[in-house]
């Protein structure tokens, strides 16, 4: 990838809403920035606004490394929509418990695993 496709990728990722998490650090003193959705991206400040601004430039730094190795980089989690469904598979003998139990409850298998699932 060329230099300025590369600057143009990086504006782009810059500009997408990365969560990130601050934390002080008891042993040496500041604070250690991370970005979560973004593996091994990661700074330090000795003051949260300093961590902040070096976060950004380790950010930048990160997906240009990225880019350069041509890696994927990943969308910000918050970003990612979700449709409320999944499929899973499971042994007969749990499917059958649950059909008893839900039928016992004079619900839907599918209520009452969303009950079982929101009690856990």
Same mark, same amino acid.
């Given at each position: ?7 143009? &990728? ?7 809403? /990365?969560? *990130? ?7 040496e003193? =500041?604070?250690?920035?991370?970005? %979560?959705?973004?593996? =091994?991206c990661?700074?330090? =400040?000795? #003051?949260i606004?300093?961590?902040? &601004? ?6 930048? @730094?990160? *997906? /240009? ?8 980089? %990943? @969308? %910000?989690?918050? +970003?990612? #929509? *979700?449709? =409320? @469904?999944f499929?899973?598979?499971? %042994?007969? +003998? ?10 016992? @409850? ?5 209520? /009452?695993?969303? /009950?079982?699932? +929101?009690?856990?």
């Amino acid at each position: 990838m060329k230099k300025i496709e590369i600057n143009k &990728k990086i504006y782009e990722y810059m500009n997408r809403k /990365y969560r *990130f998490e601050i934390v002080e650090d008891e042993d040496e003193g =500041g604070y250690v920035i991370s970005y %979560p959705d973004l593996p =091994g991206c990661l700074s330090s =400040g000795a #003051t949260i606004e300093e961590a902040i &601004k070096n976060g950004e430039d380790a950010k930048k @730094e990160w *997906f /240009y490394s990225m880019l350069e190795d041509d890696q994927e980089i %990943p @969308e %910000p989690f918050d +970003s990612v #929509t *979700f449709s =409320g @469904e999944f499929r899973i598979r499971m %042994p007969k +003998s749990l499917h059958r418990r649950l059909a008893i139990r839900s039928k016992e @409850e004079g619900i839907s298998m599918n209520q /009452y695993c969303i /009950y079982l699932l +929101s009690r856990a």
